[in-house]
């Protein structure tokens, strides 16, 4: 028990605590921003089983703020990624990976092997995913999101508490909310919000402080200030979910539904003789593109701008990362426009050729 001295010394959690720590069995959905700080925090605490499901990949502009892996990483799964980071940082605990997306097909069953869960998705769907499973299991989850420059935190389904859905009813529509692909955020505030969500999990394991049912904690950043919210329960809600509980392997996830759209490459360009390059950025957002003539139609102004689409032209779409690009051209299809193709990774494809064309002429 050396490793945990530094716990066991403290009244408060002693030899016994620990043992509940090491009998504990927590899973994380997603090993991004929110995910690392958790898992690394649970892991040095010596939490007995700690779950990872994930399905995407490590990216270089992950590193910014997924402290947990490294440029040894790239390219690899972040659940199996975790896994191997982790067991170097505890080999006395159980680590298990599950390389894979959280669906309603998958989630009650992996739910049941857990005594809490832990959101750290960055999408709507995942979260409300999340916590009606957990409605449905009757598991405690420890939530958090994050936006630029703020966070929020808060547990939900302890002990017959509130859930996600008492704060949020319903999900706004698709791409409503921009995530930090698109938006940005601060690299430093996942890890701290992060380890919030850490703190959270072990006050609820050891039985102590004042866990966050019922509340929602705001921080901001830059001002370093935080708030509590009260969340009032609503059994309406929380009956909604149980009562559709007999279909909910057969539901599917919004964010598996693609847009109409055809994606090219900076490369498939070099094929297109007449074109128009349209961006959908709002006005402010960086780098702006010189190199080429473009128009700037912010994706909010679009559909009361297609009078500035020539209908004659092959028309290249692209915004900061290839996301909304893809919901402009699906604006545009339903508009009769047809001939549009969305930039594939974004403005930075046509900085990055626009340079290896550059060197070149030097």
């Given at each position: 028990m050396?490793?945990?001295?530094?716990?066991?010394?403290?009244?408060?959690?002693?030899?016994?605590?620990q043992?509940?720590?090491?009998?504990?069995?927590?899973?994380?959905?997603?090993?991004?921003?929110?995910?690392?700080?958790v898992?690394?925090?649970?892991?040095?605490?010596?939490?007995?089983?700690?779950?990872?499901?994930d399905?995407?990949?490590?990216?270089v502009s992950?590193l910014?703020?997924?402290?947990l892996?490294?440029?040894?990483?790239?390219?690899?799964?972040?659940?199996?990624?975790?896994?191997?980071r982790?067991?170097?940082?505890?080999?006395?605990?159980s680590?298990?990976?599950?390389?894979?997306?959280l669906?309603?097909?998958n989630a009650?069953?992996?739910?049941?092997?857990?005594?809490?869960?832990?959101?750290?998705?960055?999408?709507?769907e995942?979260?409300?995913?999340?916590?009606d499973?957990?409605?449905?299991?009757?598991?405690?989850l420890?939530?958090?999101?994050?936006?630029?420059?703020?966070?929020?935190?808060?547990?939900?389904?302890?002990?017959?508490?509130p859930?996600?859905?008492?704060?949020?009813?319903?999900?706004?529509?698709?791409?409503?909310?921009?995530?930090c692909?698109?938006?940005g955020?601060?690299?430093?505030?996942p890890?701290?919000?992060?380890?919030?969500?850490?703190?959270?999990?072990?006050?609820?394991?050891?039985?102590?402080?004042?866990?966050?049912?019922?509340?929602?904690?705001?921080?901001?950043?830059l001002n370093?200030?935080?708030?509590i919210?009260?969340?009032?329960?609503?059994?309406?809600?929380?009956?909604k979910?149980?009562k559709?509980q007999?279909?909910?392997?057969?539901?599917?996830?919004?964010?598996?539904?693609?847009?109409?759209?055809s994606?090219?490459s900076?490369?498939?360009?070099?094929?297109?003789?007449?074109?128009?390059?349209?961006?959908?950025?709002?006005?402010?957002?960086?780098p702006k593109?010189?190199?080429?003539?473009?128009?700037?139609?912010?994706l909010?102004?679009?559909e009361?701008?297609?009078n500035?689409?020539?209908?004659?032209?092959?028309?290249?779409?692209?915004?900061?990362?290839?996301?909304?690009s893809?919901?402009?051209?699906?604006?545009l299809?339903?508009?009769?426009?047809?001939?549009?193709?969305?930039l594939?990774?974004?403005?930075k494809?046509?900085?990055?050729?626009?340079?290896?064309?550059?060197?070149?002429?030097?």
């Open positions: 050396n490793r945990y001295t530094r716990h066991i010394i403290l009244s408060e959690i002693g030899q016994t605590g043992e509940k720590l090491l009998n504990a069995k927590v899973l994380v959905v997603g090993a991004g921003g929110l995910g690392c700080p898992l690394q925090y649970l892991a040095a605490a010596g939490i007995g089983t700690l779950g990872v499901i399905f995407d990949v490590v990216e992950n910014q703020r997924q402290v892996f490294g440029t040894s990483s790239l390219g690899q799964n972040k659940a199996e990624a975790a896994k191997k982790l067991e170097d940082l505890n080999d006395e605990i680590i298990i990976a599950y390389p894979e997306k669906t309603y097909q009650i069953i992996l739910f049941k092997q857990f005594d809490i869960i832990v959101d750290g998705s960055d999408n709507f995942t979260r409300y995913l999340v916590n499973t957990c409605i449905i299991t009757n598991k405690p420890v939530f958090a999101a994050i936006y630029k420059f703020e966070g929020q935190v808060s547990v939900f389904n302890y002990k017959n508490g859930s996600y859905r008492c704060l949020f009813p319903n999900p706004p529509k698709k791409d409503a909310v921009p995530n692909t698109e938006i955020v601060l690299g430093v505030l890890g701290i919000i992060g380890s919030m969500q850490a703190n959270e999990v072990l006050k609820i394991i050891l039985g102590i402080g004042n866990v966050l049912s019922g509340k929602l904690l705001c921080y901001n950043a370093s200030q935080t708030s919210l009260k969340i009032n329960k609503s059994e309406t809600e929380i009956a979910v149980l559709e007999s279909n909910f392997h057969k539901k599917q996830l919004i964010e598996n539904c693609d847009f109409t759209t994606e090219i900076i490369k498939d360009i070099s094929t297109f003789e007449n074109m128009q390059f349209i961006d959908v950025r709002e006005l402010h957002e960086l593109i010189e190199s080429i003539p473009i128009i700037s139609i912010p909010s102004e679009l009361n701008s297609i500035k689409i020539d209908t004659e032209k092959q028309k290249v779409v692209f915004c900061q990362s290839g996301i909304r893809k919901q402009a051209v699906s604006i299809n339903k508009a009769n426009i047809k001939n549009c193709y969305s594939k990774e974004g403005v494809q046509i900085i990055d050729a626009y340079e290896v064309l550059k060197t070149s002429q030097d």
